[in-house]
């Protein structure tokens, strides 16, 4: 006999024959009851236990394979890929893309990114390419992520920029004159590309183009919107490059993964980020050059080729000299106003002349010039007060170094007649450093450079004067009293 229930009743299924089933109601014994109670809690927990079986299979699918395919995740658990949804990181990967796709060698310069790999930077250097399970430097939240092309390796710029566009990117340009060809006519209009910046969606790259300058090192321009540009395309105002034009040192570059993707860093971040802050360039007044030589004529003479060879030998040479030992230094007096004014050395000056701020001063400076083949001249003043320090050069030729001081409301470099003893004050208005190319060097000159000239030669400056006399002539020159006669061996040494 077989049983079932329905409708909270009992129905009995009796064998009347081997081929013929009867059904028989009644009332339930005792026994029955029972039977169907214990029945429904025997389905109640099969089902529980189907149904929590299915769900913990639902979660263990989701996490394992749903989570992984989509690169999100909740937590930090191998696997999981964190932050690659980002909307910066997806734009840095598609224009790593597209620059790889294009041959482009472009390699990363923006400093929050490069800030962040240098402090750990051999952990960033081991990490191999797709091994990466977190986005720690691209998806830091940021409007623009900066890298740098160095332009003549750039092949297609047409066939990137249509790639680009295909890409979803929507790119600007932008281009001035070339400012070396500033004083030919034939080619001061030639228009060289200075920076492109390509949106994708809220995000943008900043591509710095840098050009190849005679000095041995890279330069870019300065980024001047042109016309009818749009003005709210970016936030340019927050822009790390091209608020003035700017130099750099050549760097030796590395390949790393970053963030799952490969990216060429400069080999020294620390130097590049040094380099950053205060890589101002001004350039030579290529144009105003050209008009002085037209109104005074240029010494073409023998010995006047022959001064010019010296002393950019001469310069040259200090330049390696002070590189070596971490001091800076710039243009000077003479030298300066002949790149100011005529973008060479002044023929008739017969001395290259340098400033360096006496906080730089080292000890070993003497010797590092003697050990060149510089062997020292004189030496006047004491390192606290009027320092200066002249090296006989080829040729005749001689190195001036002025050290300068700063007070509260000025600088100034102290000189010493060394028959009388007296000593003699120059005043400048407070000045910062720059960069410029002169004689195929990345040097040093003061960023304000009209006011620097004129503190020394006047309003006058623009016209030559052959005859100068260095105790009455500067305008900025002032009496400081006299080198007591007991100091004497001290403060004025001849060689």
Same mark, same amino acid.
């Given at each position: 006999?077989?049983?079932?229930?329905?409708e909270?009743?009992?129905?009995?299924?009796?064998?009347?024959?081997?081929?013929?089933?009867?059904?028989?109601?009644?009332?339930?014994?005792?026994?029955?009851?029972?039977?169907?109670?214990?029945?429904?809690?025997?389905?109640?927990?099969?089902?529980?236990?189907?149904?929590?079986?299915f *769900?913990?299979?639902?979660?263990?699918?989701?996490?394992?394979?749903?989570?992984?395919?989509?690169?999100?995740?909740?937590?930090?658990?191998?696997?999981?890929?964190?932050?690659?949804?980002?909307?910066?990181?997806?734009?840095?990967?598609?224009?790593?893309?597209?620059?790889?796709?294009?041959?482009?060698?472009?390699?990363?310069?923006?400093?929050?990114?490069?800030?962040?790999?240098?402090?750990?930077?051999?952990?960033?250097k081991?990490?191999?390419?797709?091994?990466?399970?977190?986005?720690?430097?691209?998806?830091?939240?940021? /409007?623009?992520?900066?890298?740098?092309?160095?332009?003549?390796?750039?092949?297609?710029?047409?066939?990137?920029?249509?790639?680009?566009?295909?890409?979803?990117?929507?790119?600007?340009?932008?281009?001035?004159?070339?400012?070396?060809? /500033?004083?030919?006519?034939?080619?001061?209009?030639?228009e &060289?590309? *200075? %920076?492109?910046?390509?949106?994708?969606?809220?995000?943008?790259?900043?591509?710095?183009?840098?050009?190849?300058?005679?000095?041995?090192?890279?330069? %870019?321009? %300065?980024?001047?919107?042109?016309?009818?540009?749009d003005?709210?395309?970016?936030?340019?105002?927050k822009?790390?490059? $091209?608020?003035?034009?700017?130099?750099?040192?050549?760097?030796?570059?590395q390949?790393?993964?970053?963030?799952?993707?490969?990216?060429?860093?400069?080999? !020294?971040?620390?130097?590049?980020?040094?380099?950053?802050?205060?890589?101002?360039?001004?350039?030579?007044?290529?144009?105003e050059?050209?008009?002085?030589?037209?109104?005074?004529?240029? /010494?073409?003479?023998?010995?006047a080729?022959?001064?010019?060879?010296?002393?950019?030998?001469?310069?040259?040479l200090?330049?390696?000299?002070?590189?070596?030992?971490?001091?800076?230094?710039?243009?000077?007096?003479g030298?300066?106003?002949?790149?100011?004014?005529?973008?060479?050395? &002044?023929?008739?000056?017969?001395?290259? !002349?340098?400033?360096?701020?006496?906080?730089?001063?080292?000890?070993?400076?003497?010797?590092?010039?003697?050990?060149?083949?510089?062997?020292?001249?004189?030496?006047?003043?004491?390192?606290? !007060?009027?320092?200066?320090?002249?090296?006989?050069?080829?040729?005749?030729?001689?190195? /001036?170094?002025?050290f300068?001081?700063?007070?509260?409301?000025?600088?100034?470099?102290?000189?010493?007649?060394?028959?009388?003893?007296?000593?003699?004050?120059?005043?400048?208005?407070?000045?910062?450093?720059?960069?410029?190319?002169?004689?195929?060097?990345?040097?040093?000159?003061?960023?304000?450079?009209?006011?620097?000239?004129?503190?020394?030669?006047?309003?006058?400056?623009?016209?030559?004067?052959?005859?100068?006399d260095?105790?009455?002539?500067?305008?900025?020159?002032?009496?400081? $009293?006299?080198?007591? &006669?007991?100091e004497?061996?001290?403060?004025?040494?001849?060689?």
């Open positions: 006999m077989c049983y079932g229930t329905l909270n009743k009992i129905i009995f299924l009796s064998k009347k024959d081997d081929t013929n089933w009867v059904t028989l109601k009644g009332q339930p014994s005792e026994h029955h009851r029972l039977m169907s109670r214990i029945n429904k809690n025997v389905i109640l927990a099969l089902l529980t236990l189907t149904s929590s079986a *769900l913990l299979f639902q979660l263990y699918y989701y996490k394992h394979y749903i989570s992984a395919k989509n690169g999100a995740g909740v937590s930090k658990s191998k696997g999981n890929r964190i932050g690659f949804d980002s909307t910066q990181w997806r734009a840095v990967k598609k224009f790593v893309m597209l620059t790889s796709s294009q041959n482009v060698p472009v390699f990363l310069i923006d400093p929050l990114i490069l800030e962040l790999i240098n402090k750990d930077l051999e952990q960033v081991n990490i191999s390419h797709g091994s990466t399970s977190e986005c720690k430097f691209f998806c830091v939240p940021r /409007d623009f992520t900066a890298f740098a092309l160095r332009y003549h390796l750039w092949k297609n710029e047409e066939g990137w920029f249509r790639t680009a566009e295909n890409m979803g990117f929507q790119c600007l340009k932008v281009e001035s004159k070339d400012p070396r060809l /500033d004083g030919i006519d034939s080619l001061s209009g030639t &060289i590309p *200075l %920076h492109y910046i390509c949106r994708l969606a809220n995000h943008a790259i900043h591509l710095v183009v840098f050009h190849e300058r005679s000095g041995n090192y890279l330069w %870019h321009g %300065h980024l001047r919107l042109k016309g009818r540009v003005r709210k395309f970016v936030p340019f105002r822009l790390q490059f $091209g608020r003035y034009p700017g130099a750099f040192d050549r760097p030796e570059l390949q790393i993964t970053v963030d799952g993707l490969e990216v060429l860093i400069p080999k !020294d971040p620390v130097h590049f980020l040094e380099e950053i802050p205060h890589s101002r360039f001004i350039e030579c007044r290529y144009k050059a050209r008009a002085f030589f037209q109104q005074y004529l240029d /010494d073409n003479t023998v010995e080729m022959a001064f010019r060879k010296s002393a950019k030998e001469l310069l040259q200090a330049a390696r000299t002070l590189k070596k030992l971490g001091v800076r230094f710039w243009l000077s007096s030298t300066c106003l002949g790149w100011y004014r005529q973008c060479n050395i &002044i023929p008739y000056s017969k001395d290259v !002349d340098l400033g360096i701020f006496i906080q730089d001063y080292k000890s070993d400076i003497i010797s590092a010039f003697q050990d060149v083949g510089l062997p020292l001249k004189h030496k006047f003043g004491k390192v606290e !007060d009027s320092l200066e320090l002249s090296f006989q050069g080829k040729d005749d030729v001689k190195l /001036d170094i002025f300068f001081y700063e007070e509260t409301d000025h600088m100034w470099n102290g000189g010493t007649q060394a028959k009388t003893g007296k000593k003699f004050k120059y005043l400048f208005p407070k000045f910062t450093l720059c960069w410029t190319e002169f004689v195929d060097m990345k040097i040093h000159v003061p960023c304000e450079t009209t006011d620097y000239i004129e503190a020394n030669y006047g309003k006058t400056w623009k016209i030559p004067v052959k005859t100068w260095w105790k009455r002539s500067p305008p900025n020159v002032r009496p400081n $009293g006299v080198w007591p &006669i007991s004497w061996d001290e403060v004025i040494q001849l060689y």
